[in-house]
């Protein structure tokens, strides 16, 4: 800040340093916004690997049929390790589309908190506006969730093909194996484009919209006022006669960096609020993107069926949603949320982490 606090004094003298310092700042921003893209892409790529297994577990969990095939996640995990796809392997098919997707969600994620931070401080002039400066924590849940619905545009394609890969090949049903044929992410691409067109990619917005929105508030909401709290702690202890720190500007005497448990600890915190609260969203985006792909139901009625799905116009995510609820109830929208919450903990965690880490690498 005295680099900065000089630059003004001396534009008093000059006409031009005004200029200058705006294309420093300009520079500034921009580095900055590399590095959230940069090392957001790093750690949501690393947080991918580690989630991915619980992740496709989630996702059959989700879009099985009714009656359901598994009776929770230890089944489901238990009957794809004896599955004829690959066992353990099956796990992680088709990571590398939601591989790079994680990057790009990320650092997407990452870069938007920083713009809408930026852009809330230029239409809020009372807000905080210096550069080390925090927002209050109300305002920082408004810019995460503006992160997460500009974030979601780019998501939903991705997850698209996503389940896809992950919906298993094989169903078993009485005793009865109903297959369809493997497809890897080129092949999937390719079906969808001729069978819905551009548009098709975007089916289940609005589900990823919801979840997005609500979900990155939540997650960028739960890191920092869990951070608050433990960084209030720290300097309570270091500086006893110092006073709570009630809001979210944290004061000179904070101390900085934060420790890696604490870091963990909000990360963890933050990938559970967003997993959990609007869950139901992700359910019903994830059936819709996997509906065209048949049910046990479907395949035992063979050609028959597949006449009748030709003309069987699309669900919306309302009209999915409202099935989905009248055939299972609550309990349908929370399938899978356990073992969901269970692999966010962690995984959020280390995204967390290895940003902060990254960031306070590069200074």
Known sequence: MAGTLETRDVSTFTTQTPTSDVTARADSQGLEAAKDVAFGSIAGAIGKVIEYPFDTIKVRLQSQPHPPIYSGPYDCFRQSLLSPEGGFRSLYRGISAPLFGAGIETGSLFF???IAQTALQALVPSLPQGNGDKLPLEALLACGAM??????????PIELVKCKLQYPVTIVTDNVNHSHNRRGPLSVIASVFRNHGILGFWRGQLGTLIRETGGSAAWFGSYEAVSIIL????????????EPNTNNNISSTTPSPSPLHHQLLAGAS???????IFFPADTIKSRMQTEDLGTPSSAQHGGEEKKKKKKQVPSTFWRS????????GLQGLYRGCGITVLRSAPSSAVIFAIYEGLRGWAG
């Open 112 to 114: 938007s908190y920083r």
């Open 147 to 156: 992160s997460g619905a500009a974030t979601s545009l780019l998501l939903t």
């Open 231 to 242: 960084r209030n702690r720290r300097l309570q202890a270091q500086h006893p006669e110092a």
């Open 270 to 276: 933050a990938g559970i609020a967003y997993n959990f």
């Open 321 to 328: 949603g409202a099935e989905l609820w009248r055939r299972q």
